[in-house]
């Protein structure tokens, strides 16, 4: 079994020789109202839902407590009033049941999301992680080895959404809501910049500075302007956002001379990213691979899989082991 709880989502997940029995994610909608994650309050909301979640993720499975052969749980990035209540509860479970603890890496989880399916990808491949905290391109050389070589160096690609759709007046979290509003607009209507940032990394903060210039004067000039272009100004957004990811894997992919190219992370949820990435894989003779919807955002069926590859690996954690906020991990930049 497999915990997840780093941020807002509540989640359990069974698995089984590598294959994935179960995967039940208990969101948090107490965050709405406050325009962002309050982190005690979804410390609570874990606290609710981690039983419920763990039970249910068993009942689907058709797997008893006693059956556990292991227990995994996110053990960084995140928020540590989150990550104790999942982290506690693991090792609660591989005291009691007396199975070994696995310490797993958010970020690891979310690029080896793509093994889950049975359409896996062949070793090395680029995977382009997008989501609330993060944007990076790693290689992956195998399950427990990888190598970071691009990332970003303000905002994370989920953030430009984020606070592009907070600028357009639409709640938290804005970038489904973008995706939404996007599929009637046109996406060339707005021309948004595209920053020009040396080798593989990232920068979204110009961006969002440009949109927040652009909409002042559209205002300025015409009230309701917002209201009216709704569909337009959001996949310009989206447009430009994507656009900026690709070019970054489109240039992983040339210099190093990889051609499996996964992407993983929330972002990799957004519509427009995943038929722009089969497109272009097309164009340029990639394999592409893209996590099934349920395994891009924050899930504990990621957390299972990295723990599969840990267990047979026998990387177990202590009982003291403690969580941490910060990303470093087990790659290092170049
Ligand atoms: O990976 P994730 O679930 O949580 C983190 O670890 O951050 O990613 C959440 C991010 C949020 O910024 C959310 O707005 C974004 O993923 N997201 C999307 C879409 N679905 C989720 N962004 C654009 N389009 C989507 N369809
Ligand atoms: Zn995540």
Redesign the pocket.
Known sequence: MAIES??DETSASICRDGNILSNITATQKVHEAYGGVVPELASRAHIQHIVPTVDQALMTAGCLLEELNAVGFTQAPGLIGSLLVGSQFAKSLSLSLEIPLIAVH?MQA?VLANLISPEKPAFPFLCLTV???HTQIVICHSPLKMELVGETLDDAA??A??KSAKLLGLPY????L??QYAQSGNPRRFPFPEPQIPGLDFSFSGLKTAILYFLQEQKANEPGFIEKNLPDICASIQFRIVSILLNKLKKAATQTGIRDICIA???S???WLRKSLKELGEKLGWKTYIPKFEYC??NAAMIAITAYFKYLEKDFATLNVSVSARTEWCIEKK
């Open positions: 780093s941020c958010h979310h989501s609330g905290g989920g953030e959404f984020d979290p804005g970038g489904p973008i995706d992370g929330g972002v949820a957004n519509s955002t924050d």
